[in-house]
């Protein structure tokens, strides 16, 4: 139920903290990991491994429902020649904090959960159910962009997302 872990209700300094938290859970279980091995406790090995894919797992579940669940799309679909020239953002880099930051001054949001906190969204912002671009066949996702070789923008954020996930 928490925003943060999914880019909703436009709680995007808190998404950003998330993935950036998970990313270091994952850099501390491999450190644990490395130490374990050293230590030749083959179980803490394992231990450890898992947890860190878990966290690699969240860290990514919350990369990739930034192009599912924002309009990010919308945003920048109508500027690109080709789906492939849209640019993926890496919300943990310095620079896609920074483009985030300015893409909400463009009017950048995220998809209104009412089950969803802390809900930062401004009023009017279209709910999670007509943003969401987790499948082709939600509202948003099945609207296909003609100049983008008419794929849908589910598509395009599966590839953003898939890109990113890299």
Sequence with gaps: FASKAHFDNCDFDNAIAYVDERLKE????????????????????????????????????????????????????????????????????????????????????SGYVFWGFPQKCPAGTPSHAALAKDKATTPSGGIKVPHLQNRNRYQIAAQLARADSQ
Excluded: C, M
């Design 26 to 109: 994952v850099d501390s279980h491999v450190q644990d990991a490395g130490r374990a091995r050293d230590g030749g406790d083959q179980a803490a090995v394992e231990e450890n491994v898992q947890k860190a894919f878990f966290a690699l797992g969240q860290a990514l579940h919350g990369i990739q429902d930034f192009y599912a669940h924002t309009n990010y799309v919308e945003l920048t679909a109508d500027k690109a020649v080709r789906s492939a020239d849209i640019p993926i953002v890496s919300p943990w880099l310095d620079t896609g904090k920074q483009r985030i930051a300015a893409l909400i001054e463009q009017g950048l949001v």
